[in-house]
Structure formats: C-alpha cells, structure tokens
C-alpha cells in the first residue's frame, strides 16, 4: 500500500442533475481525506490540455463540449474539482467510479448508478478520476495551484506573484 493522490472531476451532467452530493457521499465512506476542492468553469484550453492524449480519437470534440458543460447548451456549467489522498487512492476511486461506459459499469459504482448514453451515443459518465500515479500529478497540477490545497503533496517553489506558492516543474 502506497499514500497517493488523485484527481476526481465531477462533470456537467452530475451537477446539472443534482448528484454531487451522491457521489462525494460515496467517496467519504471509502476512508478518503479530501485536500482540496472548488468549482470550475472549464476553459477550452484547460479542457484540451486534460484531455490531451485523446487528442487523435474521433470523439475528442465531443469530449471538450462535454466537460465544458456545452452539450446542454448550459453556459454557466462547471465541474467540480476534488484532490483525495489516501492508501492506494486512484484503484479505491476507479473501483468506486466503475467502467467509463455507463453501460458496462457495475450498477452499484458511481458511472452504473448515475451515468448514461444518450441517444445520440454521447457518454455522459459523471465522474473523472485519474488513471495511474504520474496522470494523477499531471492533473492535480492542471487543475489546482499548491495554495489550494491543505497541505504540500507535490514540490513547490515560491514565486513572487502574490507570495504564493507554484509547483516546482520536473
């Protein structure tokens, strides 16, 4: 067992149907500590960069609009952003979270109980979580600056915009 980090995004579609709640609900009982938290209205650029290593699949614009929040034609649709720590936390998340096909997730995970295809076969699986140590800290850095968090879980250096504290680049 190893102390980890990871990224977990809840999407448009979790928000806009009221099931956050549901979903955070369902992270606690897992023994998770939450270091950090906030709604974000995602940028185009901050979606692209996420996104990135899907960047050749034919569904990646499709993929922007919807974390965006644009498939609903919702302009004000966020994402909530949470940074967990905890024991082998990304495989505790993932498990919870279920396949990314709604349809072929467990019906007891997060994606089997709240997610879906539509009917024009876009996947709306409520719940982003990072897939392996080094894509957690990519992420965590994508989506939260050090101060944002409640305690140091990457390097950092101090930076003279503010007094605040950046994270230190590899």
């Not at 709604?39 to 922007?64: C, G, N, Q, T, W």
């Amino acid at each position: 067992m190893s102390l980890q980090q990871t990224l977990v995004l809840i999407k448009p579609d979790a928000l806009q149907r009221g099931v956050a709640g549901h979903i955070i609900n369902r992270l606690a009982h897992a023994h998770l500590r939450m270091v950090g938290a906030k709604v974000v209205k995602v940028s185009e650029k901050l979606a692209r960069e996420h996104y990135k290593s899907l960047s050749d699949k034919p569904f990646f614009e499709e993929l922007i609009k919807y974390i965006r929040g644009r498939l609903h034609g919702e302009e004000h649709s966020g994402v909530l952003a949470i940074v967990y720590q905890g024991e082998d936390v990304i495989a505790k998340v993932r498990e919870i979270a279920g396949a990314t096909n709604p349809e072929q997730a467990h019906p007891k995970s997060l994606r089997g109980a709240y997610g879906r295809v539509t009917t024009k076969g876009q996947i709306e699986n409520v719940i982003h979580a990072s897939s392996d140590p080094q894509e957690a800290e990519r992420e965590i850095k994508l989506w939260f600056s050090p101060y944002e968090l409640t305690h140091v879980i990457f390097p950092v250096k101090s930076v003279s915009r503010n007094g605040k504290k950046d994270w230190r680049l590899k």
